[in-house]
């Protein structure tokens, strides 16, 4: 089945500061990779997704790139600000038609 | 619509008890889901129905869990008998389309603890 790295498992980023998040996925068939964030206590919320066909999308400061080829895509979040502080997820679907999700990273921006 | 409506938030049990987590899709979604998450290991699928249909449920832990879906706009996950190892946070979450092809909705979450 597919299988998500995600790296690193916590990351710091002074307010201001860009932010970037990394996931490998092992599926050649996966075509569909959304990312979640997570605040503490809640529910996670689909922030931005990309599907095999594209090699980049953005959405305001955030931006997701893929690379089908090495099998890898990121998340990018540019000018953070405090209320980016979450635990972001990556995850992939692949020929088993699920989401698998990474093991998470916990982002916190430092005022 | 309200979103994804799961019961109760917040259960606190011994072990050995029975416990059963609810969940009310979104109307229209076809495609359900139960995750666990835990510090440990992160979100782990345990089960999923298609058109109220067990799809995979190659995740479900042991005999001890078992998950339902007796129609569109109802599911229940069932521990029996509970053990510690069984705490944390339940999820359920729906889509539309089969294996979520659309976006995934979550629930607030069901957080078990089990004494």
């Known amino acids: 089945g597919e299988n998500v790295e995600q790296h690193p498992s916590t990351l710091s980023v002074q307010e201001g500061d860009s932010a970037v998040i990394k996931c490998t996925y092992s599926d050649s068939a996966s075509n569909y990779f959304p990312w979640y964030k997570q605040e503490l206590g809640k529910r996670p919320q689909l922030i931005i997704d990309i599907r095999s066909n594209v090699g980049e999308k953005k959405d305001q400061r955030i931006a997701v790139t893929l690379n089908k080829t090495a099998k890898h895509f990121s998340l990018h979040i540019t000018e953070t600000q405090p209320e980016d502080s979450a635990v972001y997820f990556c995850a992939a679907r692949g020929s088993a038609r699920q989401l698998t999700f990474g093991s998470g990273t916990q982002l916190t921006v430092l005022p | 619509d309200a979103g994804v409506i799961q019961s109760p938030r917040h259960e606190v049990t011994e072990m050995g008890q029975e416990v059963t987590l609810r969940c009310k899709p979104i109307s229209g979604h076809n495609s359900l889901f139960w995750y666990r998450q835990t510090m440990m290991r992160g979100l782990e699928l345990l089960i999923y129905?298609?058109?109220?249909?067990?799809i995979d449920d190659s995740g479900m832990p042991e005999d001890r869990f078992s998950a339902k879906m007796p129609n569109a706009s109802f599911s229940t996950l069932k521990i029996q008998p509970s053990e510690p190892r069984d705490s944390a946070v339940y999820f359920c979450a729906s889509s539309w389309g089969r294996g979520g092809t659309g976006e995934l909705f979550f629930g607030e979450g069901s957080r078990l603890t089990v004494l």
């Open positions: 129905f298609n058109n109220n249909v067990p």
